[in-house]
């Protein structure tokens, strides 16, 4: 037997520790070694039996507190030794075996998960009617041939009807597509400006890679009919409304169009969890070159509307935009960020009077807080933007001036039969947006500058102005939401670029220098929604020239709205001089329709819409009396959505 020594006593006689510890040592540091990793793949692997290790650890225990005496005893020590060391072996080999099974397995899963994602990409219809934060794992298998077969059926035998009242058809194949969560949005087909890249696939979308693609747009068939010929497609050019010195002012016109269609993508990637970049652009067809005609092929050419990139940050609530966009001055419907705008829903390509945008090349930063979710409390954001100002009709020849140089013709890639003003900086906007909880506000501001040059024999001078404007608008939300009531508004020196009519942004002081007018826009509607299948809509806005800016040089009358320039013919033909088109008043619109919703479903919606708008122009009276003309316009569209 083997007893255990005490503190202070003999080595007994014919024990040998010191050659046995010698032996015992290094063995034993290998068996923990070995226990150390065998416990770590125990844990891991559970069905690896742990009672080995137990009895190892107590053999090993028991030589070390209880040499045994004698040569008998080490003897059969040195085999027991000898025999754990086989065990240690075949554990070995068993820890061996266990990491080749473990890199198996690895590889295993590595291959079912890029399966899995390729399958994911190249078949996008996958999913169910369902909206985030559902997983794909979660959503519904797509319908059988059997199901589709007996959806077929049903239809031939008329148990399926499409007429208003409608209900969705849908097919269970992809999630709904989720656009801009406006009005505007809606009938457009626009993305929303919050989009999930991580979420499941919709109607209209594609993955490649990491990248997520969301196609947009719509077919649009109109026509429309005009009291006086405008000569203009379903954009109406509200400044060229016919004076009573035309031969058009008594000719009406017919036209159908499909130029508005138009297509859109918006590609966006995930950075970090928080970090998304977006890219998004749209063309219509409301371009023309130089073969363009309405007579044989009706071959009109594309046309960009937007395209820029964004990069958003929603946890930190900065948002950077770079591209040609929608203005930071037009109204929103909430919070601060492209395609989030509140544009009037009419069948007009141009809307109305008194709708304060532009779609411009600009630099915008946004900074949001209380964000939650999707929605902003309150923004602040600034921008760049490209400065064009919208000239005089005609440059006058002041005496004693000289030639005055504000504008020149299209060079290069730019268009040769329109004007580029001389603009030396860019646009400078300032914004505020609130969404406390109940409706939209904004308030924002803008700087422009102006610049001309006024040579004469051996001279030449340069002029500066600055100009720009402060506004604001409301979107108020009633009845849960069936009722929208909203208005806007824009008033400053030098802002008539930023209005849908484009009246001027300056005239002349006697100097030949630039002097910006004074002017205002305002915009007010509702949207009216009582059912599903139907959306109303109402607006009436105007864009107004202050007052005059005018002076007479050498016996002649300069400026805007001179009262000594000539309207004696602006109330017949051939009856003499009419400059009512270099010196309007103002122009004012009413607007009404309503959009029809007959069908909508997984192929997509199809919109009916019907409008009627009334727009009346006067211009500053003049020797002759005060000009007024008008303008009657009714519009039918049908709009397919394949996305929407």
């Known amino acids: 037997m083997c007893k255990p020594l005490r503190a202070g006593n ?189 979420g499941p696939l919709r109607r209209g979308q594609l993955q490649i890679g990491g990248l997520r693609v969301t196609l947009g747009g719509f077919i649009d068939f109109d026509m429309f009919w005009r009291s006086r010929k405008m000569a203009a497609d379903q954009n109406s ?172 013709s299209g060079t290069g890639t730019n268009n040769p039969d329109t004007y580029y003003a001389s603009n030396y900086a860019p646009d400078f906007i300032l914004k505020a947006a609130a969404d406390p909880g109940w409706g939209h506000f904004e308030a924002e501001g803008v700087m422009r500058y102006f610049h001309d040059t006024t040579q004469k024999v051996g001279s030449s001078k340069g002029n500066t102005a600055i100009g720009g404007g402060g506004g604001g608008g409301f979107l108020l939300p009633f009845f849960g939401k069936k009722l929208t009531l909203e208005a806007s508004g824009l008033v400053g020196a030098g802002i008539g670029r930023y209005g849908a009519a484009q009246l001027p942004d300056y005239t002349y002081n006697p100097d030949g220098s630039i002097r910006p007018l004074p002017e205002a826009n305002v915009l007010t509607g509702f949207i009216f929604n009582p059912v599903k299948w139907a959306q109303f809509y109402g607006y009436w806005g105007m864009e107004k020239v202050l007052k005059r800016e005018s002076f007479q040089s050498s016996g002649m009358p300069f400026g805007y709205g001179n009262p000594h320039y000539s309207m004696e013919g602006c109330f017949g033909e051939n009856t003499g001089q009419c400059m009512a088109q270099q010196n309007v008043d103002y122009i004012s619109s009413a607007t009404g329709g309503v959009w029809f919703t007959p069908i909508s479903g997984d192929y997509g919606t199809v919109k009916t819409g019907i409008e009627y708008s009334y727009t009346w122009e006067t211009a500053y009276g003049g020797t002759g009396g005060k000009p007024r003309t008008d303008e009657n316009t009714v519009f039918f569209d049908v709009r397919y959505l394949p996305f929407g």
């Not at 050019?237 to 009406?252: E, K, L």
């Not at 395209?307 to 966009?325: C, D, V």
Request: with cysteine; aromatic share 8%.
């Open 237 to 408: 050019a509200w400044n060229a409304i016919p004076w009573g010195n035309s031969p058009y002012h008594d000719t009406s016109e017919f036209q159908l169009t499909a130029r508005h269609s138009r297509l859109s993508a918006l590609v966006e990637g995930q950075i970090t969890p928080h970090t998304t970049v977006d890219g998004y652009g749209e063309i219509d067809f409301e371009g023309s070159g130089s073969m363009s005609n309405s007579r044989t092929s009706n071959s009109y050419i594309p046309r960009m509307r937007v395209a820029y990139a964004e990069i958003k940050n929603s946890h930190s609530g900065w948002f950077l935009m770079a591209g040609q966009s929608w203005s930071l001055m037009t109204l929103n419907a909430k919070g601060m960020l492209p395609r989030d705008e509140a544009a009037p829903l009419t069948v007009d390509a141009n809307y109305l009077p008194g709708f304060t945008y532009t779609r411009a090349p600009s630099l915008r930063i946004v900074k949001a807080f209380g964000i939650h979710g999707k929605h902003e409390r309150f923004s602040i954001g600034a921008a760049l933007e490209d400065p064009s100002a919208t000239a005089p009709s005609v440059v006058p020849n002041i005496p004693g001036v000289g030639t005055i140089t504000d504008r020149h």
């Open 10 to 198: 003999a080595t007994p006689k014919g024990c040998y520790r010191s050659s046995f510890f010698k032996k015992l040592l290094p063995s034993l540091r290998k068996v923990l070694t070995f226990q150390k990793h065998i416990c770590t793949y125990s844990i891991r692997f559970s069905f690896i039996p742990s009672y080995r290790l137990i009895g190892m650890s107590f053999a090993l225990y028991c030589g070390c507190l209880y040499p045994c005496r004698g040569h008998a005893e080490e003897a059969s020590d040195l085999n027991s030794l000898k025999k754990l060391e086989e065990k240690m072996s075949r554990l070995k080999q068993d820890l061996i075996l266990l990491q080749e099974k473990q890199k198996v397995e690895n590889q295993q899963i590595r291959e079912e998960l890029i399966k899995e994602r390729e399958e994911t990409e190249s078949d996008p219809y996958q999913g169910a009617d369902i909206d985030p934060p559902h997983k794909t794992s979660d959503l519904a298998a797509p319908p059988t041939f059997t199901q589709m077969e007996e959806r077929r059926v049903q239809i031939e035998k008329g148990d399926w009807s499409s007429t208003a009242p409608l209900k969705d058809v849908t097919t269970d194949l992809l999630a709904k597509p989720e656009m801009a969560h406006t009005f505007y949005g809606h009938l457009t087909d626009t993305p929303a400006a919050h989009e999930d890249p991580k």
